[in-house]
């Protein structure tokens, strides 16, 4: 009994290694091109967010990103600094030029090794590929004590010839072996074995790391990567946003967090500092200017967003009926509630109340009615339309309790913006503001059953 509770301990002190490729994978996402000053900025969030490494760049690609991975060298001191190169000498010592004043430098050599590309777009035998994948480790290693070594197109390649190649590289001085899924082909239960093969046959594997990147052509990236982790891979490549070559690389922030979510059954730590997710997705989509999908996990405009009466009404009992992680743990503000159609008379009492307004059942049920046919038709309810139907459909002297002083100057406000403007203005969900609970959010009293059960049955 005590060993096998030693065993678990050690376990759930593993460390993940988490390499940010945003800047170099990520950036050749079309589109999500970087200049000089762009990258840097994002490295700066980068170290800051608390990766352990960062692929700046591909030095021999242009000038202008040797001299990005250069400056982010000689200016980013605590994670990593790696820059990829072909596996060929021109490649390797421009790599190293723009990491030797790097605090802790690294070089990443890959080389394809599946037949397809062997065949039809290297040109070269199995032979051929195996001698120059040891030549140019062996080279990067005499300039630079950390290689990591990648085999394009690993998942496509005949396992048997892969394990020779990573052999190879292992005894020409590889530090870390990263198993890339290059076109997004493999699945989690094929992966998984892979990884398991990888750590059974090939000699020498126990003294280096072992690495996972993931693409996201069947939108498998994330689930591949948890089935490397379990696997016993121990970095993960990915990028903010999920950016990278045709639908992607796996997205750091769900990786990260799915870490922190299943902890029963991912027991291993990282060191990313969660509460700057959130700003690092807001700034990489501010300098590419490419835009967060609404529904995009942990991140997205919707990720803590709630519509339905249903998730509404439970949500604001205590956020854990429909939120797995807090908005707080990932740096988002807070949860939202958004006035819609298939809002309930809850989520509509309580905007009423920060409104000012507190309606007994029969005076909220008319505005609630009136507010659906007017959510059928401009989809997202305001501030300024709520006030509106409240003063349309009732005096609000014979038929709501005002809360509040300030209530007629909020009104008066909202009543003054031009319709033509209010019109383009975009929706602005309320946030939660009620007694506190497992989320440290307030709640307010529960409705009566009637009300609860109402709005339970039919999702409104």
Not at 65 to 73: L, N, P, T, Y
Not at 116 to 134: P, V
Not at 283 to 303: D, F
Not at 339 to 365: M, P, T
Request: with cysteine.
């Amino acid at each position: 009994m005590v060993i096998r509770k030693k065993k678990r301990m050690a376990v759930e002190h593993v460390r993940i290694t988490v390499f940010d490729t945003t800047l170099r994978d990520g950036e050749q996402s079309p589109g999500c091109s970087m200049n000089h000053q762009e990258k840097l900025r994002l490295a700066h969030q980068l170290d800051r967010l608390g990766v352990d490494v960062i692929e700046a760049g591909f030095p021999i690609a242009s000038d202008g990103d040797f001299e990005a991975v250069r400056a982010i060298s000689q200016v980013i001191r605590r994670p990593i600094i790696t820059g990829l190169a072909r596996a060929c000498r021109p490649d390797i010592d421009r790599a190293w030029e723009a990491l030797q004043d790097a605090a802790r430098p690294r070089i990443h050599v890959f080389l394809a090794t599946s037949d397809i590309h062997l065949q039809y777009k290297l040109r070269i035998t199995r032979e051929q590929c195996l001698a120059q994948a040891h030549e140019a480790v062996a080279f990067a290693k005499s300039l630079c004590p950390d290689v990591e070594f990648s085999p394009e197109d690993a998942t496509r390649t005949d396992p048997e010839f892969l394990c020779q190649v990573l052999e190879a590289v292992v005894a020409a001085g590889a530090t870390t072996l990263n198993i890339p899924d290059t076109v997004g082909y493999t699945i989690p239960s094929e992966f998984g074995e892979l990884i398991s093969t990888i750590r059974r046959r090939v000699k020498g594997i126990e003294n280096v790391t072992i690495s996972a990147h993931c693409h996201n052509d069947l939108g498998m990236a994330v689930a591949n990567t948890m089935a490397a982790i379990a696997a016993g891979a121990r970095q993960v490549e990915c990028t903010i946003n999920g950016i990278g070559e045709r639908a992607g690389n796996a997205a750091l922030e769900e990786i990260v967090m799915a870490m922190r979510v299943r902890r029963d059954r991912y027991p291993y730590e990282v060191g990313i500092a969660g509460e700057h997710l959130f700003l690092a997705s807001q700034m990489l989509s501010e300098i590419t200017g490419v835009p967060v999908q609404p529904n995009k996990a942990v991140t997205g405009r919707n990720a803590f967003a709630h519509e339905a009466g249903i998730h509404q009404d439970g949500v604001l009992k205590n956020p854990l009926t429909y939120e797995i992680m807090t908005p707080q743990s990932v740096g988002v503000p807070d949860s939202q509630l958004v006035l819609g159609k298939h809002s309930g008379r809850h989520a509509l009492a309580i905007r009423c109340e920060q409104l000012g307004y507190q309606f007994d059942r029969r005076a909220l049920d008319d505005i609630y009615r009136r507010f659906v046919r007017l959510a059928d038709k401009i989809k997202h309810v305001e501030d300024h339309h709520l006030l509106e139907l409240i003063r349309d459909t009732h005096k609000p002297a014979a038929s709501a309790t005002p809360l509040f002083e300030p209530i007629p100057a909020v009104a008066s406000a909202a009543a003054s913006v031009p319709a033509r403007e209010a019109s383009r203005e975009t929706p602005r969900p309320f946030p939660l503001a009620q007694p506190g609970n497992a989320f440290g959010l307030t709640l307010t009293t529960p409705a009566d059953p009637h009300h609860d059960q109402e709005d339970y049955l039919w999702g409104v």
